[in-house]
């Protein structure tokens, strides 16, 4: 199985930081990774599709970069609504697999 | 594009379950619909896709749910379905559906069933 190693696991920062998450791969999968963000009790909502795709209708402050096995995820001026967990999801090879998650919380 | 869990709830290890994913807003037949879980607390998991007919209907299973999960799709009714057999308490999590090809990977997502497996 591909292992997506997520850091860091916890990320306390204040609103207009600007906040950068990892995920690196065990192996090649391309670009073929999402970026999801999720708040309590809701389903994960999609913000980068293709490792650096912005969702329609995702702020620009969003935005993803790399391939193959080092991708990031920043915010470029964190808002008070970012405060969530974030994952990464590669789909290049079953089983398809998750980080482990990025909370982003007040500092 | 909508997608709608359902038929999630409390049960005993060792019984059956059935979701349902019923989505409209798109071409149902034209897209891999896939199963997420997130169990309490912690992380996100990959539980099942199936693909389109035209990719063949193949069907991908985890390895924590092979032989005991069996996923569907009814493209007459824009549904897909996960049977769950002999569930585990392990199994319980939220359960989420959404369609994943190419740009539209993971785009929309139902907003999940709970399923509770314990005696």
């Known amino acids: 199985d591909i292992q997506m190693t997520q850091s860091p696991l916890f990320l306390p920062a204040s609103v207009g930081d600007r906040v950068t998450i990892t995920c690196r791969a065990s192996?090649?999968?391309?670009?073929?990774l999402g970026w999801f963000q999720q708040k309590p009790g809701k389903a994960p909502k999609r913000l980068i599709y293709?490792?650096?795709s912005l969702q329609s209708g995702v702020p620009s402050r969003f935005s993803g970069s790399g391939s193959g096995t080092k991708f990031t995820l920043t915010i470029s001026t964190l808002q008070p609504e970012d405060f969530a967990t974030y994952y990464c999801?590669?789909?290049?090879?079953?089983?398809?697999?998750f980080g482990h998650g990025t909370k982003v919380e007040i500092k | 594009v909508q997608l709608a869990e359902s038929g999630g709830g409390l049960v005993e290890p060792g019984r059956s379950l059935r979701l349902s994913c019923a989505t409209s807003?798109?071409?149902?037949?034209?897209?891999?619909l896939t199963w997420f879980r997130q169990t309490p607390g912690k992380g996100l998991e990959w539980v099942s896709s199936?693909?389109?007919?035209?990719?063949?209907?193949?069907?991908e299973y985890a390895a924590s749910v092979k032989g005991r999960f069996t996923i569907s799709r009814d493209d007459s009714e824009n549904m897909s379905y996960l049977q769950m057999n002999f569930l585990k308490t392990e199994d319980t999590a939220m359960y989420y559906c959404?369609?994943?090809?190419?740009?539209?990977?993971?785009?929309?997502w139902g907003q999940g069933t709970l399923v509770t497996v314990s005696s």
């Open positions: 807003g798109f071409t149902f037949g034209d897209y891999t």
């Open positions: 192996q090649d999968i391309r670009n073929d």
């Open positions: 199936i693909s389109s007919k035209d990719k063949g209907g193949t069907k």
């Open positions: 999801l590669q789909h290049n090879t079953y089983p398809w697999t």
């Open positions: 293709a490792a650096s």
């Open positions: 959404t369609r994943t090809d190419g740009d539209y990977f993971g785009d929309y």
